[in-house]
């Protein structure tokens, strides 16, 4: 099993996971944001140089997590698809095919900004897609990274990273989790999404992850 650094969070149990996810064991759920399926493709349709092979390793990563963690439900805090050109043949192919070595789990999806444009996942991937905000005490999930009255809010949409700086002026820009009592966010899951540096209030906690590990930088 991965390492992970468990944190007290709102009165739950939180791990986070090196592979930019969150393990919340009193719900057996995976918790995952930005995944951005098919996003190489539509940028090919484009014309553009980008890797290949991106699907594959996302998906084969949220199996490693799958099988390291008891999970019963895995929980996408939007962005599934990255857009409608995402419904290549061969992506759709594969994520069936994934799919059907799951068939146990439960997926929830929360409609992100680009899952509105992609359109709901095929009705085979059996998800159960939902607007936000989704209730699950004590917090409110949700993509978009807006407080909620009554809940503190787990997000995604930023991909939030965090730059390090060195004493002879390196920089490192590394994805993070950033916890608050209001809006808490996770970085993004999916191979390539890039990251928005953040530059977060004293009251918000930073965690960094690289190299098979997450750490915290401040309390």
Request: charge should be neutral; aromatic fraction near 8%; hydrophobic fraction near 45%.
């Amino acid at each position: 099993m991965s390492r992970h650094l468990v944190v007290e969070h709102c009165g739950q149990t939180l791990w986070l996971l090196p592979d930019k996810a969150i393990y919340w064991p009193a719900r057996h759920t995976l918790l995952i944001a930005d995944v951005h399926i098919g996003k190489a493709a539509s940028y090919r349709a484009l014309h553009q140089p980008v890797p290949r092979g991106t699907t594959d390793t996302t998906l084969a990563r949220l199996d490693t997590l799958l099988a390291a963690y008891d999970c019963k439900q895995l929980v996408i805090l939007g962005d599934f698809l990255h857009a409608r050109t995402a419904r290549a043949p061969a992506t759709l192919a594969k994520l069936r095919e994934w799919r059907g070595q799951h068939d146990g789990l439960r997926i929830v999806l929360i409609r992100g900004n680009h899952d509105r444009h992609a359109g709901d996942p095929p009705a085979e991937l059996a998800m159960d897609v939902i607007d936000e905000p989704w209730l699950l005490a004590p917090f409110a999930l949700q993509h978009e990274p807006i407080a909620h009255p009554q809940h503190p809010v787990l997000a995604g949409h930023v991909h939030p990273v965090y730059l390090l700086r060195g004493r002879a002026r390196q920089r490192l820009r590394l994805p993070c989790f950033l916890l608050d009592t209001q809006v808490s966010l996770l970085p993004a899951f999916g191979e390539f999404t890039g990251g928005w540096t953040v530059s977060p209030g004293a009251g918000t906690r930073v965690f960094v992850t690289g190299d098979g590990d997450v750490w915290a930088l401040n309390g």
